[in-house]
């Protein structure tokens, strides 16, 4: 069993309102702090990504949203993950 893995993840990324400027340069620089760290969400960690995409078809339709009284704007996000994945005893 490979404890590599190609897998198609989904996150949510938070950028603060002076990223909206170039969206999607923030969002790359938000996912470089997951490489090298495990992730429950991605269920690995995160060794390399490409592919980085905003999600259209969700609620927000390509644009960020914001929840409650945060600061921030979250934008769903898709892309093309290869993670770390080794199960006990294997």
């Not at 690995?44 to 929840?67: D, M, Q, S, T």
Request: proline share 3%; net charge positive; charged share 20%.
């Amino acid at each position: 069993s490979n404890v590599l893995v190609n897998k198609k993840v989904s996150v949510t990324i938070s950028l603060l309102p002076g990223a909206l400027k170039n969206v999607q340069l923030h969002i790359e620089n938000a996912m470089r702090q997951f490489l090298m760290k495990y992730s429950d969400g991605m269920g690995g960690v995160l060794l390399a990504y490409e592919n980085v995409k905003i999600v259209e078809e969700k609620h927000a339709k390509g644009h960020g949203w914001i929840l409650n009284e945060l600061p921030y704007i979250h934008f769903d996000v898709t892309l093309d993950a290869v993670l770390f994945c080794p199960r006990k005893g294997a």
